[in-house]
């Protein structure tokens, strides 16, 4: 993840946020999916149930109303007049619908698999109505299924055979399983298919359609919300990252980032303004000292020099460039140890000064000579004293000239 770690807050941000929507984006879209899906099954349902329930109803009341009518007209006969509701209703849908029976006397009615599965069941009183999805095929299909049950006026013509009108006589002999029927008995049923392909066309044009707008709304949401957490969050801190970039290349403590806001943004920014009027004024301050400083050095009659423990030379004074015969561009740097006469001495007890916390010369004034760059020799009394700096000890001497020759 070290390539993560290395984007700007800007893109981490987009992405966490582009990959939380989409996760909710796939969960919301699954949902919809399955939400249609229920929607249209149900209301598939409830449409195949409403035909069968007016093709049994229509078939029950022609049955009851009509009488002697369809001597004289065929298409008075409820199976027949039930039919062709059956075909009036379903014109221009995909819905398919016919009536059933285990008792057909078509052969181009005979019942496929699934319909006298069920209108077993139906004669056995266990189910009232069933629908589920067959595959039949490479195709799946919805089906439905509504029992149709003998009323008192069904067996004028289908109970016994010499009570039947002449017309249902002539069409099926004495002995047909048209005949018998009793009231109650399960004749038949209403089976409604519809071709799965048909019945999820429109819900996956719903899908479709809710999946774009969906995502439209979802783009939308990281544009916003990525502008407001660029002005809000993201711009702030490039402010403070670039201001102490500014410091940290100038070493100036003046910049002053405006405050919009007293959030934990707001918080952070007037912190840092804070921070550079503190190291402003502490810079102020440690400028005035070492002017002040830098001028009480150059006014001594002494010399003054200032070293680390290795003796390198870090500051002088006017004095100090007499008294070593160089510049102080080019003292500085140089060692201590090599203008005195005894600096092997001196740099021992400076170890012991470092070895033990005490002595090695430190605290003490001690004569000493000095041998110039010419070789001349400069006797002086030199008292040295330590401080630290970064944890680094200086050591500080103070060379007053006793005699010169």
């Known amino acids: ?36 899906r229920s929607l249209i099954d149900r209301i598939a349902v409830d449409n195949a149930r409403s035909i069968a329930r ?21 298409n008075l006969v409820p199976q027949v007049v039930a039919t062709n509701v059956a075909k009036r209703l379903t014109k221009g849908s995909n819905y398919y619908v016919r009536q059933v029976s285990l008792r057909y006397r078509n052969p181009e009615n005979r019942p496929d698999r699934f319909e006298a599965e069920m209108l077993g069941l139906f004669a056995s009183k266990k189910i009232a109505e069933t629908y589920r999805i067959v595959q039949t095929g ?22 016994r055979f010499e009570e039947a009108p002449p017309f249902v006589q002539a069409r099926f002999p004495k002995g047909h399983y048209s005949y018998d029927y009793r009231v ?13 392909a048909d019945l999820y066309r429109q819900a996956g044009t719903n899908f479709r359609n809710d999946l774009a707008y969906r995502g439209l709304t979802f783009c939308l949401i990281i544009l916003v919300m990525g502008l407001l957490v660029r002005r809000a969050i993201i711009d702030p801190i490039r402010q403070v990252s670039s201001s102490i970039s500014h410091v940290t290349a100038t070493g100036s403590f003046g910049d002053r980032i405006p405050q919009r806001s007293r959030d934990e943004i707001g918080e952070l920014i007037a912190a ?7 190291l402003d004024l502490k810079t102020r301050q440690r400028t005035e ?35 070593f015969g160089l510049p102080k561009g080019e ?3 140089a060692s201590i140890y090599t203008f005195l ?65």
């Open 272 to 278: 840092f303004n804070g921070m550079m009027e503190e």
């Open 184 to 196: 109650g008995e399960v004749i038949g049923a209403v089976s409604v298919s519809i071709p799965l």
């Open 341 to 405: 006469a005894d600096g092997d001495g001196v740099r021992d007890g400076i170890m012991a000064y470092l070895r033990d916390g005490t002595g090695g010369l430190v605290g003490e004034t001690t004569p000493r000579k000095i041998r110039d760059i010419r070789g001349g020799i400069t006797e002086v009394e030199m008292a040295l004293s330590v401080s630290s700096s970064d944890h680094n000890p200086l050591f500080t001497a103070i060379l007053r000239e006793h005699v010169r020759r």
């Open 331 to 333: 003292l500085l740097g």
């Open 1 to 36: 993840m070290s390539w993560f770690a290395n984007l700007k807050i800007t893109t981490k941000f987009n992405i966490i946020l582009s990959l939380l929507l989409l996760f909710v984006f796939l969960a919301a879209a699954f949902f919809v999916y399955h939400r249609e």
């Open 138 to 159: 490479n195709e799946q299909t919805f089906r439905y299924m509504l029992p149709m049950v003998a009323e008192k006026s069904c067996l004028e013509c289908h109970g």
């Open 289 to 323: 000292s070492e002017d002040r400083y830098r001028n009480v050095l150059e006014m001594a009659q002494s010399a003054i020099v200032t070293f680390l423990a290795d003796g390198k030379l870090i500051i002088t004074n006017r004095r100090a460039e007499e008294i």
């Open 54 to 74: 007016q093709i049994i109803e229509t078939r029950e009341y022609i049955s009851s109303v009509v009488k002697g009518e369809p001597n004289e007209n065929y």
